[in-house]
């Protein structure tokens, strides 16, 4: 039973375009979200967060959306550079102090095209 | 400032034995994790430890086990391996307020 999902496993977009990755959730605990960015055989690397009291959070080319009635979150990368072609994942954390365990999607390739 | 490191990078073993993996967070940082990545299941989260405690545990056969240290520094123990079990094993420190910083992860081969 997965609790976090993102339904496209690739996503390719062209240069300068925006990027719309999609990322859907089940558990009602969740009230915490991360988007890490992979290549390979590395780890995850941090990009953006946003907690549940806000809709949006922006950190420069990197825009999250939060739709708690839908649990739906979005992250937009505006423009899109051939450097961010990676894979991305989702990640969700229950509330709570001491709550470590993030719940990953399994995650979205993106190709970004010269 | 050091980030997260683990070792070694890449392992084979044989199926039946057993296999530690070892995790040094960043400097200051209380809590280590283990997620393991398949292409299959993606990732997993393992278990938790802050101050030399297991807070959390995932949903993993009781071969995986995992210990801290006062030093903060971690090791994962995996016993009696599976092919199965080839994966890539990701550790991930946290401070307060400091969110989630990865290694780069042991590649785990079970042949």
């Known amino acids: 039973d997965q609790q976090v999902k993102q339904n496209s496993p690739s996503l390719s977009v062209q240069e300068g375009r925006i990027s719309i990755l999609n990322c859907d959730y089940t558990?009602?605990?969740?009230?915490?979200f991360l988007w890490y960015k992979k290549y390979p055989a590395e780890g995850p690397t941090f990009l953006i967060s946003?907690?549940?009291?806000?809709d949006k959070n922006e950190d420069g080319r990197f825009t999250v959306f939060l739709n708690k009635s839908a649990k739906h979150l979005s992250l937009h990368i505006v423009p899109s550079q051939p450097g961010d072609s990676a894979v991305y994942f989702c990640?969700?954390?229950?509330?709570?102090?001491?709550?470590?365990?993030?719940?990953f999607g399994k995650g979205t390739k993106l190709s970004v095209i010269p | 400032k050091a980030g997260v490191t683990q070792t070694p990078r890449y392992l084979i073993k044989t199926r039946g034995q057993q296999v530690t993996l070892s995790c040094s967070p960043i400097?200051?940082?209380?809590?280590v994790s283990w997620y393991q990545q398949t292409p299959g299941q993606g990732l997993q989260f393992l278990f938790e430890?802050?101050?030399?405690?297991?807070?959390n545990k995932g949903n993993f056969p009781g071969r995986f086990s995992g210990r801290q240290f006062s030093n903060s520094r971690s090791e994962m123990n995996v016993s009696t391996l599976e092919l199965g079990d080839s994966a890539l094993y990701l550790c991930?420190?946290?401070?307060?307020?400091?969110?989630?910083?990865f290694g780069s992860g042991t590649r785990l081969t079970v042949v």
């Open positions: 991930a420190s946290s401070g307060t307020g400091a969110g989630y910083t």
């Open positions: 558990n009602s605990m969740f009230d915490y």
């Open positions: 946003i907690s549940s009291i806000k």
């Open positions: 990640a969700a954390s229950p509330s709570g102090a001491g709550s470590y365990q993030l719940t």
């Open positions: 400097s200051g940082h209380r809590s």
């Open positions: 430890y802050f101050s030399e405690t297991q807070r």
